[in-house]
């Protein structure tokens, strides 16, 4: 009786057991959306775990023996977009038929999900365990609009500075120290090579950073993750270079555990788009990864890219009426050759070794890079000579068309040699400096030497099928030298390191080595070095159910900077050399969100976040070349930001609206400018420091996809926003004309103004057709407005209206003191014209054997419009009389300067796959 007794208590507790052990099964088969064959040795994985297959000569798929819990099953095939799907499994489950999309070179590597199951987008799905969430590593119509065909005007997503966009390779963050943006040029022309991303949008959840309000892109360099095969190609445009180079191949992982992926490319052009621009570029990529076994894999990844191109010049609407659109005032000829003054060289190589740890549950990636390199900005500089560059507003006929000075005949004679020549004439500037010692003309490079070791590790873990927390660790450590470096002295044999409009030991820009002497390749003007620093830490999670999801994530982060100045220059004597005060900034954030499914196809999402961004060297530094002047009253931006959306999905409808708000305070804008009228008649040079300024940002998007046959797909976009000052913010300035007076300029009366840099308006209407025979097209109209130009904060403060007496100025017409109308209407906001551009892409595709042949075609602005991109209003003029005069000139002389895009561009590209 007492076995019996133990045998029925064995048995009973063995039954949950039993259950723990009870698997699953994922079923699905794979298609080729416009012709419905089947696609064989597909790739199916289960990220972050080790469980993969191939489809078999019909399509299908089935993965076996699963746990519980919620998946992200990836699904890879050479030529082909990826898709990504988010798999809540609670029994097996059949995903019926997923359709893969070619790929369409050059455009973004976007995941388009179309799910037939019956679990996943029927609207009657009672019977159903789970309705799929969001996944955020698609990016929809509005999104691929954005990047595509609103950028052409300068477009900015909800109005952000591309800071807000955080970018990290393997989680290792790439935004700037500087800054606060990445550089793209460190990896660009490397396409191929780092297709593989995950994207968050927005403030949604991202498992390799908390992020930032504009989104998280992750690059993921690992080698395994691409399959064996190669591709050439080679391109031809008219935009920034003329010609692109490019060869990537894959080893795929091999018997002995090993996988290589290797890519280059080359980008060149004579002249771009604009008038003397040209371009050189090399790129070269390796990552190689070592699996020992199913738990550890190590990878080492190399990426250097080498950029150099000529920079092109805003101008006046006078200059680009006598000259054109594509007109640039940086370059000349220099025996038959185009030689631009303001070359800008980007060279930071990256190394990368990163360790994955992969569990049944968890995961662990963590990442140590150095990035080195180098950064320069050339210049043409002049001493004690007149002004070289050509659009020099006494050259110009507007000069002569002004009060006192009118001279019609010197106007035609200015106009006539504008029209001639108006470039810089390089062999004049050699024969000026010709046997001189001292040189009159010099060309420099701004050169930023930086050195960064980072590191960053991931933990990633399912506490149960419901739950999963994503943790993560940073550290990134800055030293960055920043001088001024001679680089060509035209023909003369030296150069004087003094300030030519200073006087005593104020003319030295270094007072412990007076009157130095600079050769080619010396240092001189500034010298000092930046150290920069930051730990941070985040924690996250995500939490699904039949019908909400949600999220909640913290972030900690500690910022410190400081500067070492190795000159002690003549004017700020007592704060330039050695080491200013070291400035930290501790930063909490926090954000959260949910997504309550009505249906399948019915979904509601919220997100919410306060964000605390510290300042960057760029903000913190007032002005670091010549001294340690901290900006006043610097602290931390703070962000208070959320939106709701509405999504709507079906096998032939992907729909999302968006409706956002955001505020930002505390930020800090800065900038250099040439200003007259600031103490009576005298003009200075000077640093701009605006601080306190406050920021608005609301509006809409929508994001559709409509497949109204198997073949034709009909898109839509919209954005309607209005991004404004918020507040009125106060105005510092710094000069070396005025280091002993009061440097607080007060007030800058900026609230309702409109900010400046992208069109607030964008919509999209466009149709894509794609032939069962492997040829597509897509045709869109877009249509941009309200893009407004940027204003001067200094004129838009008391000093602007107010004489040195402290009494308004007295109008020349009225006689009487000017009024505030008369202020508001001389310094009315500028708004753009709007802008509707068609923009047509194509592409065909042949498979010969077990190569794919394919060209790809876009043509931007098909009808040939001209619009202003941007542009900027001068403080020359920085008083009411001044600037009032200079606006009834029929061409004011200091009017704002532009930057415009004009003329069709092209973009033809031809590829080998293999």
Not at 144 to 172: H, P
Not at 776 to 790: K, R
Request: charged share 20%; net charge negative.
């Amino acid at each position: 009786m007492k076995k019996l007794i133990l045998l029925g208590f064995l048995c009973f507790s063995y039954i949950p057991y039993l259950r723990a052990q009870t698997t699953y099964s994922i079923r699905g088969e794979i298609q080729e959306v416009t012709t419905e064959n089947p696609l064989s040795q597909v790739q199916i994985s289960i990220l972050n775990t080790n469980y993969f297959t191939e489809t078999d000569i019909g399509g299908i798929f089935v993965l076996e023996k699963l746990q519980k819990g919620d998946y992200k099953l990836q699904i890879r095939l050479t030529g082909y977009l990826v898709q990504t799907l988010p798999i809540s499994l609670e029994k097996s489950i059949d995903l019926g038929t997923i359709y893969l999309e070619p790929i369409i070179d050059n455009f973004q590597d976007a995941s388009i999900i179309s799910l037939t199951d019956d679990d996943l987008t029927e609207d009657n799905s009672s019977n159903s365990e789970y309705i799929s969430g969001l996944f955020q590593s698609s990016k929809d119509a509005y999104l691929k609009a954005a990047a595509f065909n609103f950028s052409q005007a300068w477009f900015k997503v909800r109005g952000y500075d591309s800071r807000y966009g955080q970018i990290t390779l393997n989680g290792v963050e790439m935004n700037k120290f500087y800054d606060g943006r990445p550089q793209w040029s460190n990896w660009g022309g490397l396409n191929d090579a780092l297709r593989n991303q995950d994207f968050s949008n927005g403030i949604a959840p991202s498992e390799v950073s908390f992020g930032n309000m504009l989104g998280t892109t992750n690059f993921k360099t690992r080698a395994s993750l691409n399959r064996e095969g190669g591709k050439v190609s080679y391109a031809l445009t008219n935009k920034s270079y003329t010609g692109r180079a490019m060869a990537t191949y894959s080893t795929g992982l091999n018997d002995k555990n090993w996988a290589l992926t290797v890519s280059g490319s080359r980008r060149y052009a004579e002249e771009g788009y604009m008038d003397g621009t040209p371009y050189n570029s090399w790129s070269g990529f390796i990552a190689a990864e070592k699996k020992f076994n199913e738990n550890h894999s190590i990878n080492l990844t190399a990426i250097g890219a080498f950029n150099r191109k000529g920079k092109s010049s805003p101008s006046t609407q006078e200059v680009y009426d006598l000259k054109g659109y594509t007109y640039n005032s940086y370059w000349g000829d220099q025996v038959g050759d185009i030689r631009n003054s303001r070359m800008k060289e980007i060279f930071e190589p990256i190394v990368m070794l990163t360790h994955y740890y992969t569990s049944e549950k968890s995961t662990l990636t963590s990442s140590i890079s150095y990035q080195t390199g180098h950064t320069t900005n050339g210049r043409l500089g002049y001493f004690n000579a007149p002004n070289p560059d050509p659009t020099y507003w006494k050259y110009l006929p507007s000069n002569y068309l002004r009060g006192n000075n009118y001279d019609l005949g010197q106007a035609y004679l200015a106009d006539q040699d504008f029209r001639n020549n108006g470039q810089l004439n390089w062999n004049e500037l050699y024969l000026t400096n010709a046997g001189k010692e001292n040189a009159s003309y010099y060309v420099y490079d701004d050169r930023v030497e930086d050195s960064q070791i980072s590191f960053n590790s991931n933990f990633n873990t399912k506490i149960n099928a419901n739950v999963q927390i994503n943790t993560g660790v940073s550290f990134k450590s800055l030293s960055s030298r920043n001088f001024a470096e001679m680089t060509d002295l035209l023909g003369a044999t030296s150069f004087l390191d003094i300030d030519q409009y200073a006087i005593g030991d104020a003319r030295d820009n270094d007072l412990n080595n007076p009157n130095k002497v600079v050769g080619v390749g010396d240092e001189f003007q500034y010298n000092y070095n930046i150290a920069a620093s930051s730990v941070g830490a985040f924690a996250q999670v995500q939490v699904t159910s039949k019908k909400v999801d949600y999220f909640a994530g913290l972030n900690f982060k500690n910022s410190n900077f400081q500067r070492d100045g190795l000159y002690k220059n003549g004017t700020f004597a007592n704060n330039s050399f050695g080491k200013g005060e070291k400035q930290s900034f501790s930063d909490f954030s926090a954000k959260g969100g949910f997504t309550y499914k009505f249906t399948g196809r019915h979904l509601f999402n919220v997100n919410g976040a306060y964000l605390s961004n510290a300042a960057t060297i760029r903000t913190v530094f007032s002005n670091s070349r010549v001294n340690n002047e901290i900006t006043p009253t610097i602290t931390s931006e703070k962000v208070v930001t959320a939106d709701a959306n509405y999504i709507f999905r079906s096998p032939k409808i992907q729909a999302r609206l968006t409706g956002y708000f955001t505020k930002i305070s505390d930020a800090v804008e800065t900038s250099f400018l040439f200003a007259e009228g600031l103490r009576g008649d005298q003009a200075d040079f000077v640093s701009e420091i605006l601080t306190g300024v406050e920021k608005k940002h609301i509006g809409a998007e929508l994001s559709l996809e409509y497949q109204a046959t198997p073949t034709v797909k009909v898109l839509g976009a919209g954005s309607f926003g209005q991004f404004t000052y918020n507040n009125n913010p106060n105005l510092y300035l710094q000069s070396e004309s005025f280091v002993d007076e009061d440097s607080d300029f007060g007030t800058a009366y900026l609230q309702d103004y409109k900010l400046s840099g992208t069109p607030q308006r964008a919509y999209l209407l466009g149709i894509e057709y794609r032939d069962p025979t492997y040829y597509w097209f897509q045709v869109s109209g877009n249509y941009m407005s309200n893009n407004y130009l940027d204003i001067s904060p200094l004129l838009r403060t008391e000093n602007f209206y107010v004489d040195t007496d402290g009494i308004p100025f007295i109008d020349d017409e009225t006689g009487v003191q000017v009024t505030q109308e008369q202020v508001d209407g001389l310094l009315q906001q500028e708004k753009f014209d709007d802008i509707f551009l068609m923009n047509i892409v194509a592409g065909k595709s042949w498979k010969i054997n077990d190569y794919y042949l394919g060209v790809f075609a876009g043509i931007n602005n098909v009808l040939g419009e001209t619009y202003k991109t941007g542009g900027f209003e001068q403080a020359r003029n920085a008083n009411y009389p001044e600037l009032k005069e200079d606006k009834n000139l029929e061409n004011p002389i200091f009017g704002p300067k532009y930057w415009y895009n004009s003329g069709t561009s092209y973009y033809f590209n031809l590829y080998v796959r293999f």
